[in-house]
């Protein structure tokens, strides 16, 4: 008698860290950094734990990665929203109203990821969202400056205040609708304050 497993025919799946990525995004983002085990990226992964701690380092590890991804594919595009030929509340504008649609266009993962992962309890992956966000509240924090110098900082954060409410009405379940006007008020205000 034999205790030896029949082994599958052909090579064994090979292991794509890029495919890895794109999957832990969806998990990260769907449940929230917190509620995303190692246990449960391997499972979704189809890896073993060492195997995961030789490709990624740590769940952390594998967040700064998702994080990068994210950044250069699914978030807002500030720097096309951000415009020199259009007057700086539009503009500002039209970054909350992209903010609202993005936020609301994946129903199984609401929200923003970045903005999500700023309260996660682990400092390393909440460090390494921060500075995405610090990075994004800089970007336009700069394209305001470079035009209405005295208010830049308060509209930075008041854009940026906006965004992570309106991603936070994402996550309860708040839907397009509800976020565009939203979205739309504060575009009104930010129009009181900046001169067209």
Same mark, same amino acid.
């Given at each position: 008698?034999?205790?030896?497993?029949?082994?599958?025919?052909?090579?064994?799946?090979?292991?794509?860290?890029?495919?890895?990525?794109?999957?832990?995004?969806?998990?990260?983002?769907?449940?929230?950094?917190?509620?995303? =085990? /190692?246990?449960?990226?391997?499972?979704?992964?189809?890896?073993?734990?060492? =195997?995961?701690?030789?490709?990624?380092?740590?769940?952390?590890?594998?967040?700064?990665?998702?994080?990068?991804?994210?950044?250069?594919?699914?978030?807002?595009?500030?720097?096309?929203?951000?415009?020199?030929?259009?007057?700086?509340?539009?503009?500002?504008?039209?970054?909350?109203?992209?903010?609202?649609?993005?936020?609301?266009?994946?129903?199984?993962?609401?929200?923003?990821?970045?903005?999500?992962? /700023?309260?996660?309890?682990?400092?390393?992956?909440?460090?390494?969202?921060?500075?995405?966000? /610090?990075?994004?509240?800089?970007?336009?924090?700069?394209?305001?400056?470079?035009?209405?110098?005295?208010?830049?900082?308060?509209?930075?954060?008041?854009?940026?205040?906006?965004?992570?409410?309106? =991603?936070?009405?994402?996550? =309860?379940?708040?839907?397009?609708?509800?976020?565009?006007?939203?979205?739309?008020?504060?575009?009104?205000?930010?129009?009181? /304050?900046?001169?067209?």
């Amino acid at each position: 008698m034999t205790t030896d497993k029949p082994r599958g025919r052909g090579r064994p799946r090979r292991f794509d860290p890029d495919e890895a990525v794109a999957t832990a995004q969806q998990l990260f983002h769907a449940r929230g950094y917190d509620a995303v =085990s /190692v246990a449960d990226l391997t499972a979704a992964l189809g890896i073993n734990p060492p =195997s995961f701690y030789a490709a990624f380092g740590s769940k952390a590890g594998l967040y700064t990665r998702v994080l990068a991804r994210y950044n250069s594919d699914n978030a807002v595009p500030l720097a096309t929203l951000l415009r020199e030929d259009r007057p700086v509340s539009e503009c500002l504008a039209a970054v909350l109203e992209e903010s609202a649609r993005f936020y609301a266009a994946n129903q199984e993962a609401p929200g923003c990821l970045v903005l999500e992962g /700023v309260r996660c309890n682990d400092p390393e992956a909440r460090g390494a969202a921060r500075a995405y966000n /610090v990075a994004a509240e800089g970007v336009i924090r700069d394209f305001v400056a470079a035009r209405c110098p005295e208010q830049a900082d308060i509209l930075a954060d008041f854009v940026s205040t906006t965004m992570s409410g309106l =991603s936070a009405k994402a996550r =309860s379940g708040h839907g397009l609708e509800q976020l565009l006007a939203t979205a739309r008020l504060a575009g009104l205000a930010i129009a009181q /304050v900046v001169p067209s």
